[in-house]
């Protein structure tokens, strides 16, 4: 069995039984296809509706971007309200907005449940990269606040964000308490064996080459094959390959992470002494946040090859220490990166195809949401579909010049965000 791609979260994930190959001939009510969270998220929740489950993994649980993921649980959509209530009137919008901030509760509320050792912590900071976007935090917030009366984020003023980063290169920011951190890879396995406790029949190292979506469907691999009443397709950056009508649709963007050694307690705390994630408001954004035993693990930099930095811990490092200059030469003692599903306007793409449905395309946004599209997708086969329809109903674009000439042109679009970042 292949291990998992080398990163700090590998290093130090939970232990989990390899799961066997698919060989021969299974029946199930559903198939679900990509162990990461959506995967697991729906698996788990059709089997609690009664449903039989097999999930496929191409490689292990959590291989993909779940397993490698910053671990920022970031509350909502990519999009703020203003241009949620612009494209779909405000009760559309509301709703869509409540039920996007549900999976907050939804995932703090699965780590309970089977507790989940994932060192989950509670806080979210987005830092205000310049003055306007705090102005503009405040105009959202108080937006939000009008349209669903969200009472768990507020405005923090330059003079006191001291309490949550201890960087003086932002402008204040916003805390959002329904929004957290946790170690990814451990979420996923231990959602994995919530499906498995469930029922949910796991194969690893079982990569379905391809899925006929009539009745019954069936979703073949190398060595097997499953035959089921719906199936999910959840491989998110890997859509494309599953299913050539989405290539054009998302783009995987490789990103890069890295984790410090351990640090002094007292250093640990000072970069951010409330212990909340943080993300700052630029377009290409750096991320960053303390594991459980006082590493920074952080997100960032802008790299618009798909072929990775011959170094990854010297890549990632300048933009560390320029958030960071106290973190100078710090010891790096991980680097890795991972594919995000980018669509063309960040929101994710739900839908249907005949007996199967889809989620992906979280856009660097999927931590919280999902979980919460597992479940979605487990309540619209059981014929609860209005709210899996609210994020299916979502505007979507194919990226321009179809899967030959996205790449070019999406770089092309990156780096005029970057200029625009630096300005
Ligand atoms: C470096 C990095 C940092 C990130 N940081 C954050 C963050 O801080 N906050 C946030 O909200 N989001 C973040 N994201 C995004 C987030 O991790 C993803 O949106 C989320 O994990 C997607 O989950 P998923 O289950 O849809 O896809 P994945 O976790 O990618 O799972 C898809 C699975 O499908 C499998 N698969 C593919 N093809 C097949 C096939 N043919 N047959 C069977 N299986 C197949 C893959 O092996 C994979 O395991 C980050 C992503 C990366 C890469």
Partial sequence: MQPHAPSYYAASANPFPAQPRLAGAESADVVVVGGGFTGLSAALHAAEAGYSVVLLEARRIG????????????????????????????????????????????????????????DLRRGHFTAAAKPKHLDAMRGELALLQDLVGYTCAAIVSRADQSDFVGSDIYHGGLIDMNGGHLHPLNYALGLANAALAAGVRIFED????????????????????????????????????????????TMPVINYNVATAPLDKALARSLMPSNAAVADSRFVLNYYRLSADNRLIFGG????????????????????????????????????????????NRLPLFGRIGNSFYAHGWSGHGVLLTTLAGDLIARAMRGSAEQFDLFAQLPRRAFPGGTLLRQPLYVAGMLYYALRDRL
């Fill in 63 to 118: 291989w993909g971007a779940s397993g490698r993921s910053g671990g920022q649980m970031i509350p909502g959509l990519r999009w703020g309200v203003k241009d949620l209530v612009r494209e779909l009137g405000r009760s559309r919008a509301a709703e869509l907005v409540t039920l996007a901030n549900s999976a907050g509760a939804m995932v703090r509320g699965r780590i309970e449940r089977h507790a989940i050792a994932c």
């Fill in 206 to 249: 079982s990569a379905v080459a391809d899925v006929d979506h009539g009745t019954p469907v069936r979703a073949r691999t190398e060595s097997g094959s499953v035959t089921a009443r719906h199936a999910v397709l959840a491989a998110d950056s890997w859509m494309g390959d599953l299913e050539p009508r989405f290539a054009a649709m």
């Fill in 301 to 344: 930099g802008e790299k618009y090859s798909p072929r990775p930095p011959a170094d990854i811990g010297s890549f990632v490092r300048p933009y560390l220490e320029q958030v960071f200059p106290q973190l100078k030469g710090v010891a790096i003692d991980h680097a890795w990166g991972g594919t995000v599903g980018v669509t063309l």
